[in-house]
């Protein structure tokens, strides 16, 4: 695995961009905007990043990176992400992303809905609970003291297997919170969100989240 194409590169795929960039990945990166506006973000990251539309950043993938508003997950490109495995960074802010009944209702997630966009994928949530300034800022050595736990959620086991080594790579412990529909247990005002955890402490405040209609 050589390639991470992001679908989506504003805070949080910039910031994955330039962990990948470190350990030795190459980055395909696009927005809703087009290349041309990538282009300060590209010589920033240097001679392993190239900016792209999304539909050339799925197909150069070996790794996807979906970091785009809710509104956006149409239009994320489905056929070259076919058999690939898939990052979902996302969480639902109403205010930004509108009323979105699954979502209000609960009978579904946030990753859930993607993956029903992209069926032949393997999408894996996880660096949804994390502010994007603390991805490079909270990054310890494996091993380290302390170290900062990032929850994934999925439904395939080599996917999330794929994820949780770019996520220890990337200088953090994985907690496995279990199928796609548990990637709730991280989202936004849960015990879990945007908070530092060691693997242990995250493993009890994604236990003790609640459904927003038990809150």
């Given at each position: 695995?050589?390639?991470?194409?992001?679908i989506g590169s504003g805070h949080i795929g910039g910031q994955l961009a330039r962990v990948a960039i470190a350990q030795g990945y190459d980055v395909v990166l696009?927005?809703?905007?087009?290349?041309?506006?990538?282009?300060?973000?590209?010589?920033?990251?240097?001679?392993?990043?190239?900016?792209?539309?999304?539909?050339?950043a799925a197909e150069a993938a070996d790794l996807a990176v979906v970091s785009t508003p809710l509104a956006a997950i149409p239009t994320v490109p489905v056929e070259p992400l076919a058999g690939k495995v898939v990052i979902d960074t996302n969480n639902y802010y109403p205010q930004r992303d509108g009323q979105i009944a699954a979502l209000d209702d609960e009978s579904t997630t946030v990753s859930e809905l993607l993956q029903q966009h992209l069926p032949s994928?393997?999408?894996?949530?996880?660096?949804?609970?994390?502010?994007?300034?603390?991805?490079?800022?909270?990054?310890?050595?494996?091993?380290?003291?302390?170290?900062r736990a990032l929850a994934i959620a999925g439904d395939d086991a080599e996917a999330k297997a794929t994820v949780a080594e770019f996520i220890d790579r990337a200088g953090f412990d994985v907690v496995d919170l279990g199928p796609l529909s548990e990637g709730w247990r991280t989202q936004r005002d849960t015990p879990a969100y945007v908070a530092s955890f060691d693997a242990e402490e995250l493993k009890q405040k994604a236990a003790e989240a609640k459904r927003y209609r038990d809150m």
């Open positions: 695995m050589t390639t991470i194409g992001f696009s927005n809703s905007r087009g290349p041309e506006t990538l282009t300060a973000l590209v010589e920033e990251l240097g001679p392993r990043a190239r900016a792209a539309t999304a539909e050339e994928s393997k999408v894996v949530k996880a660096f949804n609970h994390i502010m994007w300034s603390d991805i490079l800022d909270h990054a310890k050595p494996q091993g380290s003291d302390g170290r």
